[in-house]
T-cell receptor
Framework: EPEVTQTPSHQVTQMGQEVILRCVPISNHLYFYWYRQILGQKVEFLVSFYNNEISEKSEIFDDQFSVERPDGSNFTLKIRSTKLEDSAMYFC????????????FGPGTRLTVT | ELKVEQNPLFLSMQEGKNYTIYCNYSTTSDRLYWYRQDPGKSLESLFV?????AVKQEGRLMASLDTKARLSTLHITAAVHDLSATYFCAVELNTGNQFYFGTGTSLTVIP
């Protein structure tokens, strides 16, 4: 069964450094998403991406965040200058175009900012 | 700001019992999703509810949506230990592609 994959599974970085989190969505899906979940808290929507551009973004998704689909398979989230409060689990998700609306989530990347 | 509230936040129930988790939201939406999350794991899609009055069932779980009341419920029938997890509801804005998750309900089923 196709699945969303994410790399790395765990990233440790120092405050102020740039990180890139990578996702490979399911191959025939057209909508892509990033979410974050601070430990023990709810899931927060960051951004949605469709047709090579941002579709919607939340207030969390400020200028330090960016997304890109650099090729036909990868979908990346870049955090330019990490802060301690960026420490969280980051989930990528994708969904197909059509009537099912179901999102498929990747396993997540745990980002630890020290 | 859109609010999505779940209650209860924590639920401890005995095997074999029934219970309902509630998800209230503060904006107009026709699409509501339920997810399960095991500790340290990702989100698993349980139900996609796309219209007022939608009801879906899978095994011991049944979800419903009342868009007029802005309320969704997740009903658990005859709980078993394997259902222990955190359950999240999520609302998709009618503009599409923007989602708000509830606070989550941590369910523990006790033998």
């Amino acid at each position: 069964e196709p699945e969303v994959t994410q790399t790395p599974s765990h990233q440790v970085t120092q405050m102020g450094q740039e990180v890139i989190l990578r996702c490979v969505p399911i191959s025939n899906h057209l909508y892509f998403y990033w979410y974050r979940q601070i430990l023990g808290q709810k899931v927060e929507f960051l951004v949605s991406f469709y047709n090579n551009e941002i579709s919607e973004k939340s207030e969390i998704f400020d200028d330090q965040f960016s997304v890109e689909r650099p090729d036909g398979s990868n979908f990346t989230l870049k955090i330019r200058s990490t802060k301690l409060e960026d420490s969280a689990m980051y989930f990528c998700a994708s969904r197909a175009q059509g009537s099912s609306y179901e999102q498929y989530f990747g396993p997540g990347t745990r980002l630890t900012v020290t | 700001e859109l609010k999505v509230e779940q209650n209860p936040l924590f639920l401890s129930m005995q095997e074999g019992k029934n219970y309902t988790i509630y998800c209230n939201y503060s904006t107009t939406s026709d699409r509501l999703y339920w997810y399960r999350q095991d500790p340290g794991k990702s989100l698993e899609s349980l139900f996609v509810l796309l219209s007022n009055g939608a009801v879906k069932q899978e095994g011991r779980l049944m979800a419903s949506l009342d868009t007029k009341a802005r309320l969704s419920t997740l009903h658990i029938t005859a709980a078993v230990h394997d259902l222990s997890a955190t359950y999240f509801c999520a609302v998709e804005l009618n503009t599409g592609n923007q989602f708000y998750f509830g606070t989550g309900t941590s369910l523990t089923v006790i033998p």
